[in-house]
C-alpha cells in the first residue's frame, strides 16, 4: 500500500519526518514533495506529485500555522497551478478526487494542559493575505472532513498510528472498525486464534492478530505499538508458552496500564498471572462452548448466532 504525506517543510519538517519513518514501520511505501522534489529537475515537480498521488491509497494531511509554497500560474505548464493556492492545497484537491481515504491533522492551539502552543514567527504566516489563504483551506477541510488535532510530536505519531492501523484494517479486511480487538498469544496457539478471529468475524468483531495484520517488511514493535494503541480491547489466550512470553505480557501489561479492557481465556493447563487474577476469565480448556457465550456477551455480540462447536 502507499501513503501520500502532505506537510509544509517550514514548521513541520520533523513531523514530517517522524511520520514517514512510522509509516514505513507499518510496512507501507511512502512519497511526498520533498523526495520527489530531491529527485527531479523543477519542471516535473507538478506532474511527478500528482503521478504519486494517483499510485496512493491513503493520503496524510498535516497542517499547523503556514499555507505553503504557491507556485506562480502555469508554472509548470499550461492548466497546471491557477496562482492562487498553494502546492499542499493542490495535494488536498488532488486526494478528493481520487477517493482515498484521508487522515487529516492540525496543530492544536493549546496542549494538554491549556497553555498556548508557542509557534515561532518564521513557522507561521505574516502576511494578511496569506493568513486569510490558510483560514480558508482549513475551513474548507473541516467542513468536509473529520479532523484530529494533536499537540505534540509524540501525541501526532500516535495519532496517525491509530488510524492508519484502523484504516489499512477496514482496506484489508472490509467493513467500518468501531471496536478492534486485539488477541495477544504465543505462535504456538496460531491455530486456535486462527479459528477464534474468524468465529469473532462472524459477529462482527474486528480483530488484529500479528501474523495476519502485520505486513511484509514491517517494523515488528513499530507494527506491535500502532496496534495496541489502536485497540480497545485485547483478548489474551492463556497458555504455558504465552504464559512465557515477555512479548504477550509486555502487551497485556501495556493494556492494564492504559485502562482498557482485557479478556483472558484459558486455554491450557497453565496458571493465570498474577496481574490478571482479579479479571474474570473464559475457560476455553473445560467447556469452550460455554466460554465462547460467554466471551460473546463481554464484547457485546451475545445475540450472535454463530457457536463454537459450528462451523
Known amino acids: 500500500m502507499n ?8 514548521g513541520l519538517l520533523r513531523e514530517r519526518e517522524v511520520i514517514t519513518e512510522l509509516v514505513t514501520g507499518i510496512g507501507l511505501r511512502t512519497s511526498d514533495f520533498a523526495s520527489v522534489a530531491a529527485a527531479s529537475p523543477d519542471s516535473r515537480i507538478y506532474q511527478l506529485c500528482y503521478n504519486e498521488m494517483l499510485r496512493a491509497d491513503i493520503f496524510i494531511g498535516i497542517y499547523a500555522h503556514y499555507y505553503g509554497w504557491i507556485p506562480e500560474k502555469d508554472r509548470f505548464g499550461e492548466g497546471t497551478p491557477d496562482g492562487n493556492r498553494s502546492f499542499i492545497h493542490m495535494e488536498y484537491h488532488w486526494a ?23 509557534v515561532p514567527d518564521n513557522e507561521r504566516e505574516q502576511e494578511e493575505e ?11 477541510i473541516r467542513r468536509s472532513k473529520y479532523v484530529y488535532e494533536f499537540r505534540s510530536l509524540d501525541n501526532l505519531r500516535r495519532l496517525v498510528g491509530v488510524a492508519l492501523v484502523k484504516t489499512v484494517h477496514a482496506m484489508l479486511f472490509g467493513g467500518k472498525v468501531d471496536q478492534l480487538v486485539f488477541i ?19 459477529c462482527g468483531v474486528q480483530t488484529w492478530v500479528d501474523h495476519h495484520n502485520i505486513l511484509p517488511g514491517a517494523d515488528w514493535d513499530t507494527a506491535l505499538e500502532s496496534a495496541l494503541h489502536a485497540s480497545d480491547a485485547l483478548i ?6 504465552s504464559n512465557r512470553s515477555i512479548v504477550v505480557k509486555a502487551e497485556w501489561s501495556y493494556f492494564g496500564e492504559s485502562g482498557k479492557k482485557i479478556y483472558p481465556i484459558l486455554l491450557g493447563n497453565t496458571g493465570i498471572p498474577f496481574r490478571l487474577r482479579v479479571l474474570q476469565y473464559t475457560d476455553f480448556q473445560t467447556d469452550p462452548v460455554k466460554a465462547f457465550r460467554r466471551l460473546k456477551d463481554a464484547l457485546g455480540v451475545a445475540q450472535c448466532s454463530v457457536e463454537w462447536n459450528k462451523t
Request: aromatic share 8%; glycine share 2%; hydrophobic share 45%.
Open 184 to 202: 495477544s498469544h504465543s505462535t504456538k496457539d496460531d491455530a486456535f486464534v486462527d479459528l477464534l478471529a474468524a468465529k469473532l468475524h462472524g
Open 96 to 118: 478528493l478526487e481520487r477517493k482515498i481515504p484521508m487522515l487529516l491533522f492540525f496543530l492544536a492551539r493549546v496542549d494538554k494542559e491549556g497553555n498556548d502552543i508557542i
Open 130 to 140: 496569506r493568513k486569510l489563504k490558510l483560514t480558508q483551506f482549513k475551513d474548507e
Open 3 to 10: 501513503v501520500y504525506i502532505s506537510a509544509t517543510s517550514r
Open 236 to 241: 489474551v489466550v492463556l497458555t504455558p508458552p
